[in-house]
């Protein structure tokens, strides 16, 4: 068993992530840093309560639901990548865009 935090799909994470929703002026807004706190801070939560091999999560850098966007999504999640590597979760989940 494990739980996957959904990241994706204008959810209020995904929200916090892209700069194209989040124009926030304080410590949940502006850098990259900043917009990946939130997800960040709640995987910490997640792994001191169900521990880090039993916790995943979901993105879609790219799609477009619910008018989401990032101008980088590149570096966007090429750091959220990196500090979820360091905490050694059991998977990251990708989502492609809807190509209809």
Not at 21 to 48: P, Y
Request: hydrophobic share 35%; aromatic share 12%.
């Amino acid at each position: 068993d494990g739980l996957e935090l959904h990241a994706a799909n204008g959810y209020l994470i995904d929200s916090f992530i892209r700069d194209w929703t989040n124009r926030r002026q304080d410590k949940w807004g502006g850098s990259v840093e900043n917009r990946g706190r939130l997800c960040l801070e709640v995987i910490d939560q997640l792994i001191a309560v169900f521990g880090p091999g039993r916790i995943g999560i979901r993105f879609s850098p790219v799609g477009r639901t619910n008018d989401m966007y990032d101008n980088d999504p590149i570096s966007t999640y090429t750091y959220l990548v990196q500090e979820l590597d360091k905490r050694n979760i059991a998977y990251i989940h990708f989502l492609e865009p809807d190509e209809r």
